[in-house]
């Protein structure tokens, strides 16, 4: 009687089952063990460099009409400038305000989406305390608008919504209407979260007061207006880089044909007669031939024209002498 233990045939077997199957789960293992790394591609870019270049001088020129605006209406030295322009997405925009803070939301007829105009309530209450004569210094107390506050600081808004589009009166006719206010970034629904904006941070001083202000608008209200820019900026054709034209061949003569004679005929224009004079013309009758006649003999290769020449002797023989190569 045999025991397990001592069956050589069992004792064999067992490693190689084993070998198979650890040959059999190694692969397994390094698919387990893979680890797929995701990749992010990067976002194309909005604007070119001479399509910034232009948007930024187009903003800055708007933004020196409104300050002199502004100093009008308010009586007070009063000062705009571009601190950045940038293209961030809506959820980009509306995580990045504190609280509190003030949004003027606004449509450009016929265009289609909604602008914003993000502006501090502290420096929104100065503004319309100078449009109601007073010394326009800011609240210490951080607080929203209230209702009246808001109506007064439309007018700014307004103001400046009509001189952004003023300035692309040459493009298309805009009307900008206010549509609403929000003080709070998480429940403006304006925009499609992933949807670019164009957004331009504006540094406002009144007087010693300064503050930040920040002008959104979606690429989609944008867009009649950048193929306009894009189309002023594109190159005209004639300043494109000519591509090199390829340098004509010159026939080379093939000396088969050396000995092969070809016939060529002279022409000249004769004299005219009228009807009647020609039934009239016998054997020995002389024409008057034209003096310029002789410089216009037509040398024909067949039924084609090729040269002109002029008519004389050479050697006690007519000749003509090639005076022009025409075109065939």
């Known amino acids: 009687m045999e025991t397990p233990g001592n069956n050589p045939t069992e004792t064999q077997a067992a490693p190689a089952a084993a070998g198979m ?7 397994i293992a390094d698919a387990k063990a893979a680890v797929i790394k995701p990749y992010n591609f990067p976002s194309h870019t909005l604007l070119n460099d001479p399509e910034v270049r232009r948007v930024t001088a187009d903003y800055n020129e708007i933004l020196c009409v409104l300050a002199r605006r502004f ?4 009586r007070a030295e009063f000062d705009l400038s571009l601190a950045s322009l940038q293209t961030p997405t809506f959820r980009q925009f509306a995580a990045n305000h504190p609280q509190p803070t003030h949004f003027t939301l606004f449509r450009v007829e016929p265009l ?8 501090n309530p502290s420096f929104a209450l100065a503004l319309t305390e100078r449009l109601m004569g007073g010394p326009g210094q800011p609240d210490a107390a951080s607080r929203h608008l209230t209702e009246i506050e808001v109506a007064l600081f439309d007018q700014v808004a307004q103001m400046f919504a009509q001189g952004w589009c003023e ?7 805009l009307k900008p209407v206010l549509i609403g206010h929000e003080n709070e970034s998480r429940y403006l629904q304006t925009s499609p979260a992933d949807a670019p904006l164009l957004l331009a941070t504006v540094n406002a001083h009144l007087g010693d007061v300064c503050s ?6 979606p ?8 193929e306009k820019i894009r189309a002023e900026l594109a190159p005209a054709a004639d300043s494109l880089p000519q591509a090199p034209t ?3 061949k010159s026939a080379a003569w093939n000396p088969t044909y050396d000995d092969v004679r070809m016939a060529i005929t002279a022409q000249m224009p004769g004299p005219q007669i009228t009807a009647r004079q020609l039934p009239g013309l016998k054997v020995g009758d002389l024409l008057d031939m034209p003096v310029e006649s002789a410089s216009q003999v037509q040398l024909c290769l067949g039924e084609k024209a090729r040269f002109t020449g002029r008519l004389g002797k050479c050697d006690d023989k007519w000749a003509v002498e090639v005076i022009q190569v025409l075109k065939s």
Do not use: C, M, N
């Not at 199957?21 to 692969?27: G, I, K, L, M």
């Not at 690429?219 to 950048?226: E, I, Q």
């Open 167 to 173: 300035h692309w009166a040459a493009y298309k006719l």
């Open 71 to 74: 100093a009008s209406l308010l």
């Open 21 to 27: 199957v650890t040959a059999a789960a190694a692969p």
């Open 112 to 119: 289609r989406g909604i602008g914003l105009i993000e502006t």
């Open 246 to 248: 390829a340098v004509a």
């Open 212 to 217: 930040t202000l920040q002008f959104a608008v």
């Open 219 to 226: 690429f989609s209200t944008l867009d009649p207006l950048l």
